[in-house]
């Protein structure tokens, strides 16, 4: 069964991956946190994020799921919805790669584990892009017909993406040279992911469901 929804969901997975590797506020939190306080501050505000990220998932498969069977005629709206977003992500992506400016402005966060914990969940959940995010993503992996099976290893491996990517922040911006690399390459890692988003916008626009 999850075998003939397994392209959609490595595609919708793959869009998740790049969208939490895009620097963001979440991002920016996580190293921030890393530079300033260390690798257990930001592994706690990590966990946050996870939580955060295994409720958007639950809440939007439910939902949108609800939806589709309640207004056909919603499925246009939802692709367009969720393709324009990929493709605002594809040109800021872009934008940032022809900048030579590549600092990003990070703010440490400090606080018990649990503090950073509660701060980690508060801006997954507060993100106002992460329902589009979740809109585009939900919809080309499992459109409005998934089986329960699918939809929960969906957001099974989707939770689990978020916390390795969040944790290998928390773990990799501890070191300044991790950052000096990073800076170093980041033109091009800009501009490979714009291509991903273009491409994804281009998938949910031309997409049957």
Same mark, same amino acid.
């Not at 966060?109 to 993100?127: E, K, W």
């Given at each position: 069964?999850?075998?003939?929804?397994?392209?959609?969901?490595?595609?919708?997975?793959?869009?998740?991956?790049?969208?939490?590797?895009?620097?963001?506020?979440?991002?920016?939190?996580?190293?921030? $946190? #890393?530079? %300033?306080?260390?690798?257990?501050? /930001? @592994? +706690?505000? !990590?966990? =946050?994020?996870?939580?955060?990220?295994? &409720?958007?998932?639950?809440?939007?498969?439910?939902?949108?799921?609800?939806?589709?069977?309640?207004?056909?005629?919603?499925?246009?709206?939802?692709?367009?919805?969720?393709?324009?977003?990929?493709?605002?992500?594809?040109?800021?992506?872009?934008?940032?790669?022809? $900048? #030579?400016? %590549?600092?990003?402005?990070?703010? /440490? @966060? +400090?606080? !018990?584990? =649990?503090?950073?914990?509660?701060?980690? &969940?508060?801006?997954?959940?507060?993100?106002?892009?992460?329902?589009?995010?979740?809109?585009?993503?939900?919809?080309?992996?499992?459109?409005?017909?998934?089986?329960?099976?699918?939809?929960?290893?969906?957001?099974?491996?989707?939770?689990?993406?978020?916390?390795?990517?969040?944790?290998?922040?928390?773990?990799?911006?501890?070191?300044?040279?991790?950052?000096?690399?990073?800076?170093?390459?980041?033109?091009?890692?800009?501009?490979?992911?714009?291509?991903?988003?273009?491409?994804?916008?281009?998938?949910?626009?031309?997409?049957?469901?």
């Amino acid at each position: 069964m999850i075998f003939d929804w397994f392209p959609n969901l490595v595609l919708a997975w793959s869009i998740h991956a790049v969208a939490l590797m895009t620097p963001g506020p979440n991002v920016l939190a996580v190293v921030g $946190t #890393a530079m %300033g306080s260390g690798r257990r501050p /930001a @592994l +706690a505000m !990590s966990l =946050g994020m996870a939580t955060g990220t295994a &409720l958007w998932s639950t809440m939007t498969v439910v939902g949108l799921g609800a939806l589709i069977a309640a207004y056909a005629g919603a499925v246009i709206a939802i692709k367009i919805y969720g393709a324009l977003y990929l493709a605002s992500l594809a040109i800021r992506s872009f934008r940032s790669a022809a $900048t #030579a400016k %590549g600092d990003p402005s990070t703010r /440490a @966060l +400090a606080g !018990s584990p =649990g503090t950073l914990y509660r701060r980690g &969940l508060i801006l997954q959940m507060s993100n106002p892009k992460a329902a589009l995010s979740w809109i585009a993503t939900v919809t080309i992996g499992l459109g409005g017909s998934a089986p329960v099976p699918v939809a929960l290893c969906f957001i099974a491996v989707a939770v689990a993406i978020s916390a390795v990517i969040h944790a290998a922040y928390s773990l990799t911006f501890s070191t300044r040279p991790a950052v000096a690399l990073y800076l170093a390459a980041r033109r091009w890692i800009e501009g490979l992911l714009g291509v991903l988003f273009a491409f994804a916008a281009f998938k949910l626009a031309t997409s049957r469901i």
